[in-house]
């Protein structure tokens, strides 16, 4: 039953809020704490979306909360009219944990592509193509603004908006023989920009072989491979970057999501060479990479390189995937399940949405893309009891039967 509070919250959003969310979900939460979040009326969830995988330390992580209020106590803003020394930290600390490199801060993942974009046309204006162009990939989501845009080969996401942004052309995923043909035959590319797990596309995970293929075609011919790790990034995969698992060198990453634990950041973190490409004047942003939120990234940084964490990420998934497993078998309506570390997607053979709400009821939260895919990427740090209590109560819902403790 909806609260008076809740109802309160909700006649709110309709008055004063665009709708472009559609009906959200009947719940508005008043805390965190670990992998647990709380509602208006205190009722306790599990958490197992960790916000699309921002809040990868889980909730008032303590440390993060710790360095956040010194920071907010001593400087929050400034620009990039000065010299910034958080910022130098957490670039210093993505290059350590990536491939050495350079980092150009923004507000979001779309940005971070954005970013790339630009930087993707000036290579190959360099290079004198006079019309560069970009290759994504089918199903694919790079963001919401118009060069991110026309970058995602979605038809529902870029429908409505009249023109895009030219200098796009797209292929169809793990389609090594289409991506042949193209790289060929296409003498103005300039990029590729690619998800090596497609999140919003349904937890979609590129094959190997096409990977190398892609990668070893670009560096043939001088083509940028982007690898757009704004939701596989910051150790959601089992390892730091996605492109550690296929043993690849991108020449660019874009990160968000996870890199300031739920602070609104982004990053293009690029290979030393590119860094000329955007020389003085070329791009810049006010708030990207302001003293509060790279804080915010240094402190989450040191937090998941530290010693045992992504083992620890390893073992949970291990768990997880056990237990999905197991549910596979025992229902009917599981085809499939898919993922890295803590990135998981399970297939079903009906909507998923119906099951989303269910579980929210009794106490879980998780989330659909896809329309039947269910994503689950708890907190890195997600303790055991709590990866219990949120898998028995999936066991509930996709099978019907209670858990006995
Ligand atoms: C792979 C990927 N790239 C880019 C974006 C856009 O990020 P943002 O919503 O921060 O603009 C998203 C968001 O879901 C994403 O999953």
Partial sequence: MTSQKLKKIMEGDKKYLFQNYGDRLPVSFAKGSGAYLYDQEG??????????AVTNLGHSHRKLSKVLHSQLDRIIHTSNWFYNAEQVEAAMLIS?????????????????????????????????????EILSFSNSFHGRTFGSMSATAQKKIQDGFGPLLP???????????????????????????IELIQGEGGIVIAENEFVCLLSDICKKRDILLIVDEVQTGMGRTGKYFAYQHYGLEPDVIT?????????PIGAMHSRDGLV???????????????????????????EISGKGFMDRVNKTSARIFGRLEDLKKKSGIITDVRGLG????????????????????MGLVINCTSEKVIRIMPPLNIS??????????????????VKQN
């Fill in 43 to 52: 009722k306790r969830y599990v958490d197992f979306f960790s916000g699309i």
């Fill in 96 to 132: 350590g944990i990536s491939f050495g490199g350079k980092t150009l801060f923004v507000n979001s993942g779309t940005e971070a592509n954005e970013a790339a974009i630009k930087l993707a046309r000036r290579h190959g204006i360099e290079k004198g193509i006079s019309e560069p």
């Fill in 167 to 193: 200098g796009f052309c797209y292929l169809h995923y793990n389609d090594a023989a289409g991506l042949e043909k193209e790289l060929a035959g296409n003498r103005n590319l300039a990029a590729v920009m």
């Fill in 255 to 263: 990160l968000a999501k996870g890199l300031g634990g739920g602070v």
């Fill in 276 to 302: 000329g490409l955007l020389e003085k004047g070329r791009h810049g942003t006010t708030f990207g990479g302001n003293h509060l939120v790279c804080a915010a990234a240094a402190s989450v940084i040191k």
């Fill in 342 to 361: 803590l990135h998981i997607g399970i297939e079903l053979n009906v909507q998923g949405m119906d099951y989303v709400k269910k579980a929210l009821e």
């Fill in 384 to 401: 055991d009891r709590a990866v219990k209590e949120g898998m028995d109560i999936f066991e509930e819902i996709i099978t019907g039967e």
